[in-house]
């Protein structure tokens, strides 16, 4: 939503907090415009994050994690970068009044209140869909043996958090019928030791970087410490002869997931994320690998 359109009443105090308060307000705002429609609004819901609560009531939850994440990455830089003292848990309450008028407000301490008249004040970005269906079968239905593909030598050169921007790898199928069933990352996780009460994303892309599905997965199936291969199920669903993964884990200064790289890079690996232009990855090939399997 354009900042003109907002009524922004910041009542705080307190020296370098007003610097902070006055960005998150900003960030909530111009990131909830980028959260996807989820197609239908619900009622009264509380979600929680790390250190966030979101209260939303008559918005669709896409809405309501990305201002929770913006809240919570700005509290990460907040302490990190600038040494502020914020507060343990920050409460934002988003209400949708037909009624009423778009403002954006704060107690000074932990709590926001975000009202908008609907959704339709906030401006949507969507991510462009590919023209690909999401074709999708049992997996009794496959019959042909598994075959994993990877691009990458198995040995750990390195490794990224990518801030903004995902790990992506570019594979081929030889032939039609082929099934996606399995994505492995090696990677560790990295921030407080009990895992992050969220998701990380796993695209399944055409040629062009365009979405054909997305897979969701709790960031607990990552650890902390060494780097190890993590395997992550779906449904299967049909690839066409080239396509992209790609994976987000929407990181900050304190949590996120260093995804391992090789030495020597095949120019099939990727950073950015679905619908933007993908750019080569610095280095090695991304240690990500795609397991098909033909009908």
């Not at 994690?65 to 040494?83: H, K, L, N, P, Y």
């Not at 954006?104 to 609907?118: C, E, K, P, W």
């Not at 959704?119 to 019959?143: F, G, H, I, Y």
């Not at 997965?217 to 992209?244: E, N």
Request: a positive charge; hydrophobic letters at 40%.
């Amino acid at each position: 939503m354009p900042l003109s359109r907002a009524r922004a009443v910041l009542g705080v105090s307190g020296g370098n907090r007003n610097v902070w308060l006055a960005g998150v307000a900003a960030a909530s705002l111009a990131v909830a415009a980028l959260a996807a429609l989820a197609g239908v609004a619900v009622a009264a819901e509380q979600l929680n994050l790390d250190h966030v609560v979101v209260s939303y009531d008559g918005i669709s939850k896409p809405y309501a994690e990305a201002i929770g994440r913006t809240v919570a990455a700005a509290r990460s830089a907040a302490i990190d970068q600038f040494g502020f003292d914020m507060p343990e848990t920050i409460a934002v309450s988003v209400t949708a009044d037909p009624k009423g008028n778009v403002g954006l407000m704060n107690d000074g301490q932990d709590h926001f209140m975000l009202t908008i008249r609907s959704e339709q004040d906030l401006l949507v970005l969507k991510r462009p869909k590919s023209k690909v269906a999401a074709e999708t079968v049992e997996e009794k239905q496959l019959a042909g043996q598994s075959r994993e593909l990877a691009h990458d030598d198995g040995r750990v050169a390195g490794r990224s958090s990518l801030a903004g921007g995902g790990h992506a790898v570019r594979f081929e199928v030889p032939g039609d019928n082929w099934y996606l069933t399995e994505v492995k990352i090696h990677g560790a996780r990295y921030g407080y030791p009990a895992p992050p009460q969220e998701d990380f994303s796993v695209w399944l892309c055409d040629g062009d970087f365009k979405s054909i599905a997305k897979f969701s997965y709790p960031y607990a199936k990552f650890r902390t410490g060494s780097p190890r291969w993590v395997s992550l199920r779906m449904k299967p669903t049909r690839v066409p002869k080239s396509f992209i993964i790609c994976v987000g884990f929407d990181p900050t200064a304190t949590k996120g997931v260093f995804v391992s790289r090789d030495a020597e890079g095949s120019g099939n690996s990727l950073t950015g994320l679905p619908g933007q232009k993908g750019h080569p990855a610095d280095g090695g090939d991304w240690l990500i690998r795609a397991t098909v399997s033909q009908r």
